[in-house]
Nanobody, 123 residues
Framework: QGQRVESGGGLVQAGGSLRLPCAVS????????MGWFRQAPGKEREFVAA????????TYVDAVKDRFTTSRDTAKNTVYLQMNSLELEDTAVYYC????????????????WGQGTQVTVSS
């Protein structure tokens, strides 16, 4: 599979917003279920959000419901994680991942991973 690249991270104030893009080299992102995971300092990697292949059906962990949205822009061949109302607890390295199958909240179900991007939320 193609290379996954996450960017658009950085430092943001609590209550602010960021949008993370995930591009896949050599493949069409609509062909895969695309998941988002994050890993905070000293913690294990956890599921954040996912979007179904083809359509726009999404699922989110309870901690980010009504704040985060994941979507596809097929013209740009890019998946996005829109993060609004950011909280200090959202500070983490964020990863996108691709699965050739249904959406899943389990990291081992995803076969291809990006390198991750740092998101830091300050008070």
């Amino acid at each position: 599979q193609g290379q996954r690249v996450e960017s658009g991270g950085g430092l943001v104030q609590a209550g602010g917003s960021l949008r993370l893009p995930c591009a896949v080299s050599g493949r069409t992102v609509s062909s895969y279920a695309m998941g988002w995971f994050r890993q905070a300092p000293g913690k294990e990697r956890e599921f954040v959000a996912a979007i179904r292949s083809g359509g726009g059906s999404t699922t989110y962990v309870d901690a980010v419901k009504d704040r985060f949205t994941t979507s596809r822009d097929t013209a740009k061949n890019t998946v996005y994680l829109q993060m609004n109302s950011l909280e200090l607890e959202d500070t983490a390295v964020y990863y996108c991942a691709a699965r050739n199958g249904p959406v899943s909240r389990m990291s081992f179900n995803y076969g291809a991973w990006g390198q991750g991007t740092q998101v830091t939320v300050s008070s």
